[in-house]
């Protein structure tokens, strides 16, 4: 039987809830440059046996019907994964020939066992294009997220975007400022629809005139902050990603 832990104001505190799913979602694309690959590691405290874990992946995008798949054969404690548009086809179509346009994935990793606590298993998100690999986490949407910011980057040679997803059925217009110094601006952005991805481009020229930039050695630059004015909802969440100017491909990607 489970032991009541008294906290320091005296009163008793029964053991932590499981959590028997947990989920992420993130940004994907296709084309003939770049591929998607998740990896999921389902993984549990103090639990050795490969209890089965099920996988259910679901792609959403604006013009596109919502669908998932569920994958079988997932092991607890046993690293997992695919290319994206194996389960998914069309993807390739959501996100455009040049693989700039993206499409959202939701990963849920779930069991059935009462007591297994799968909320320290972990997802990431790769996209291969060529040799180069870009690898990030995901947002996780099983936790709250209360600050939300991250470092936009922005020169001649890199841009930084923002990235918003909504899974919810509702439009959302999200609200974020940029910050330097002491000087903060809002980023414009849109409504953005209901079960799809958005992706606003800050502009160097504009961001520079508004809140200034330094100079390097290379020429000028600004590593500026990047927040949510107010906390994204459970159903969306938010993501940088940091793109060579001249070619368009993704860099880095940071969730916030």
């Not at 596109?64 to 690293?79: C, H, I, K, T």
């Not at 790769?126 to 997220?145: A, D, K, M, Q, T």
């Not at 601006?185 to 606003?200: D, H, L, N, R, Y």
Request: proline letters at 7%; aromatic letters at 8%.
């Amino acid at each position: 039987m489970s032991s009541l832990v008294p906290t320091s104001s005296g009163t008793p505190r029964g053991p932590a809830p499981v959590q028997q799913t947990v989920s992420w979602v993130g940004p994907c694309v296709a084309s003939g440059l770049t591929r998607t690959v998740i990896h999921f590691f389902p993984a549990a405290r103090g639990v050795a046996s490969p209890y089965a874990v099920s996988c259910r992946l679901t792609l959403f995008g604006e013009g596109a019907e919502r669908r998932s798949v569920v994958l079988e054969g997932a092991r607890l404690n046993q690293p997992d994964g695919l290319f994206v548009e194996e389960a998914f086809p069309e993807l390739a179509q959501m996100t455009g020939a040049s693989g700039t346009g993206s499409a959202g994935l939701e990963l849920e990793l779930f069991t059935d066992q009462p007591r297994v606590d799968v909320g320290p298993s972990r997802c990431v998100f790769e996209y291969h294009s060529g040799l180069n690999v870009v690898r990030f986490n995901p947002v996780c949407i099983s936790v709250s997220r209360s600050h939300q910011q991250g470092a936009a980057c922005l020169d001649n040679q890199v841009s930084t975007s923002l990235i918003v997803i909504n899974r919810s059925k509702m439009p959302i217009h999200p609200s974020f400022s940029i910050e330097f110094r002491n000087t903060t601006a809002p980023i414009p952005t849109e409504t953005v629809a209901g079960q799809s991805v958005a992706e606003f481009a800050l502009d160097w020229k504009h961001v520079a005139s508004v809140i200034g930039s330094e100079q390097f050695q290379w020429g000028s630059g600004l590593a500026a902050t990047v927040r949510a004015d107010e906390p994204l909802q459970g159903a969306c969440g938010a993501l940088l990603m940091y793109r060579d100017v001249q070619t368009k491909q993704p860099l880095s990607v940071i969730a916030l």
